[in-house]
C-alpha cells in the first residue's frame, strides 16, 4: 500500500510541519490539504441519495464516492468508530464509556499540533455530557450524544482542554464569520435531529446540506487554505441490505478537474482516518485504521499511495456488529483488544509512542493487522499475534 518516495515525504512533512508550527502554531500544513470539515447526516440508502436533487446538484462540485460503506447498525457505533479505529462490538445507540486507555484520533493531532473542535448543533454548552438536549418550543430530541463521539472517550471527558473543543453551531458561524482561518483543521459536524434527516427526512437534510454549504464554498471562502468538506451519512436506512452510503468530497481541495467524477474505490467510515494520517504524515492508533483506502482525491495528488480492494468485501455483511466489549448481549462479551503496536499507518508512521506505552504489557493477540480485511458479525475477527505489516527499512521511528 506503500510506495519508498512515501516515507522521504514523511520526512518532508515533519520538517514543514515544525517549521510552520514555529511560525503559526495554529496551523500544520498538510500534504494534500490544510483543513478537512467532515458532516455527517443520518440513516439514508446510497440509491435514494444518489437521486435526490440537491445532492446531485452538489456532486458537480466534488467527487462523488460510490462505493462507500459504513461499518454496521444502528448510528453510534459507525461515529465511535471514526474516530477511534473500532466500534469494540457496539450494537446500539444507548449512552457508552470507553476506558482511558482506548485512543482516539485526538491523540495524534494534540502530538502533532494539527487543531480540531467537533461542532455539534444543538449542545446546551461547550463540553456537554447529558445524552441528549431538547429543542426550544418542542418536545423533539435536539442534540444528542450518540451522534457526539467524542463524549464517550474517557480519553477526552476526562481532559478539560479536549472537552472545551466540543462546541455549538453558534460558536461555529461567529468563527467563520470572524475568520474563516481561525477554524481549526480538522472539523467534526453534527446538525441536530431535524437537520442531520433522523427526525425529518431526506429531502430535508439535503436542502438543509445546501443552504449550510453554500459560505463555505464560496470562492475564497477559505482565503487560500486547501480546505476539504467531506458530507457523509452514518449507516444506510435498509438493514436488509450492504450498509452502502453516500458520501461526497466537496472544497477549495479538490482540483477543478475531478469536479464532478466519481471515484469507486472501496471506502468505509476508517477511511476518514487513514486520510488524516496520511495528509499529516501521523502516527497511527494500530486499530482498523491502518490498511483502509485513503481518499484517492487526495493521495493520487502525490502518487504515493496505492489503495487496494478488501479481498472479502463482497462477502461482508455489515449490517450486524461483531462480538466485543460494548456489545449487548452477555455471550458476544470481549473485552478490548489492544492495538497492534508494530503495524505502520497511511501516514507511513509506527503507532503513536504515547499509545504504545499504554498497552506494552499486553501481549494478548489482536484482530489488526494492517491489511484492510473487513469483519462483521457473520465474518468474525480473527486474532493473531501483533505482526508488522511493512518491511522495516526505511521507515521512521516510532514517535
Known sequence: MFTRNHFSRVALAGILGAF????????????????????????????????????????????????????????????????????????????????????????????????????????????????????????????????NPFASYDSITHNGTRLLNLLSFDDFHRAFAADPQSIPQIVFVSPNMLN??????????????????????????????????????????????????????????????????????YYTHYSFLSTIEYNWALPCLGRYDVGANVFAAVSDLQGVYENIEPPDAKDWDNSVSYPGALNSDSEKWAPYPPPNTKVVGAGGQPILRKIKFKWNLDARDVPYDGSGTIYDGKRLPVYKPAVANVEPEDIPGAK
Open 196 to 265: 442531520g434527516g433522523q427526525n425529518t427526512t431526506l429531502q430535508y437534510a439535503t436542502k438543509w446540506s445546501t443552504d449550510f454549504l453554500k459560505p463555505l464554498l464560496a470562492d475564497d471562502a477559505w482565503k487560500g487554505q486547501r480546505t476539504l468538506i467531506m458530507l457523509t451519512y452514518d449507516e444506510s436506512e435498509d438493514h436488509k441490505k450492504p450498509n452502502s452510503i453516500a458520501t461526497l468530497l466537496l472544497g477549495a481541495a479538490i482540483p477543478r478537474d475531478r469536479k464532478g467524477t466519481e471515484d469507486p474505490t
Open 20 to 147: 510552520f508550527s514555529s511560525t503559526a502554531a495554529s496551523h500544520v500544513p498538510g500534504l494534500s490539504f490544510d483543513r478537512i470539515i467532515t458532516i455527517w447526516l443520518e440513516s439514508q440508502d446510497y440509491v435514494k441519495v444518489a437521486n435526490d436533487p440537491d445532492f446531485v446538484e452538489l456532486k458537480k462540485q466534488g467527487v462523488s464516492l460510490t462505493n462507500f460503506y459504513a461499518l454496521t447498525h444502528p448510528s453510534q457505533p459507525n461515529y465511535i468508530a471514526a474516530i477511534g479505529g473500532d466500534y469494540f462490538g457496539l450494537d446500539h445507540d444507548d449512552g457508552v464509556t470507553i476506558p482511558y486507555n482506548v485512543s482516539t484520533f485526538v491523540d495524534l493531532l494534540d502530538w502533532s499540533g494539527v487543531s480540531w473542535s467537533g461542532y455539534f448543533e444543538g449542545i446546551p454548552s461547550p463540553g456537554y455530557m447529558g445524552g441528549a438536549s431538547i429543542g426550544a418550543g418542542t418536545d423533539k430530541w435536539d442534540y444528542v450524544k450518540k451522534h
